[in-house]
């Protein structure tokens, strides 16, 4: 099973500042990374996928990078909407594997 | 738009069953495969299972496997999951969701979640 890990745990960004989230997986997922969107109490959202494409509908701010085992997800200008719990996911090899999660939280 | 809702969540006792049922509309739900994910409380995503857009092919997380039975009926646009020797640590909101663009593992949308609580 692939292990990701997602750093830091918790990340405290004033609105209109850059956000930048880190993923990196036990051994390489090629491009197959996704990043996903979770708000309290609502359902993960799909932001990123083929680890920097965005997904339709997700705006520009939203950015994704990285290959084999090093990702990464920026937010470019954080908006109030922003503050979520943001997942790296792999779908290279079953299982299908999440990281724990990075809290973006306001400063 | 694509639009998922789950049902038949609930509380069980450890041991018991349950079968969850995820309906799908507005998009053509023979083309994609569909998985379920869960979420503990306080925790983070777990894929649990998934079955292929015809439903020949079929996965499952090692915590489940031998226990839960993922199944589809196309005609209805419905994909089941029947849960069976539930566990405590089995209490999670569960997620039925589709795979983007149809690539198998990729999931989006996501329905709403149900929960299911498993406890004496």
């Known amino acids: 099973e692939i292990v990701m890990t997602q750093s830091p745990v918790t990340l405290s960004v004033s609105p209109g500042e850059r956000a930048t989230l880190s993923c990196r997986a036990s051994q390489s997922v090629s491009s197959n990374l996704a990043w996903y969107q979770q708000k309290p109490g609502q359902a993960p959202r799909l932001l990123i996928y083929?680890?920097?494409i965005r997904a339709t509908g997700i705006p520009a701010r939203f950015s994704g990078s990285g290959s084999g085992t090093e990702f990464t997800l920026t937010i470019s200008i954080l908006q109030s909407e922003d503050f979520a719990v943001y997942y790296c996911?792999?779908?290279?090899?079953?299982?299908?594997?999440f990281g724990q999660g990075t809290k973006v939280e306001i400063k | 738009e694509m639009q998922l809702l789950e049902s038949g969540g609930g509380l069980v006792q450890p041991g018991g069953s349950l079968r969850l049922s995820c309906a799908a509309s507005?998009?053509?739900?023979?083309?994609?495969?569909m998985a379920w994910v869960r979420q503990a409380p306080g925790k983070g995503l777990e894929w649990v299972s998934d079955i292929s857009d015809s439903g020949r092919s079929t996965n499952y997380a090692d915590s489940v496997e031998g226990r839960f039975i993922i199944s589809r009926d196309n005609s209805k646009n419905t994909v089941d999951l029947q849960m069976s020797s539930l566990r405590v640590e089995d209490t999670a909101v569960y997620y039925c969701?589709?795979?983007?663009?149809?690539?198998?593992?990729?999931?989006?949308?996501w329905g709403q979640g149900i929960v299911v609580t498993v406890s004496s």
């Open positions: 507005a998009f053509t739900f023979n083309t994609h495969s």
């Open positions: 996911q792999q779908y290279t090899n079953w299982p299908q594997t």
């Open positions: 083929s680890a920097s």
């Open positions: 969701a589709s795979s983007y663009l149809g690539i198998r593992g990729l999931f989006g949308p």
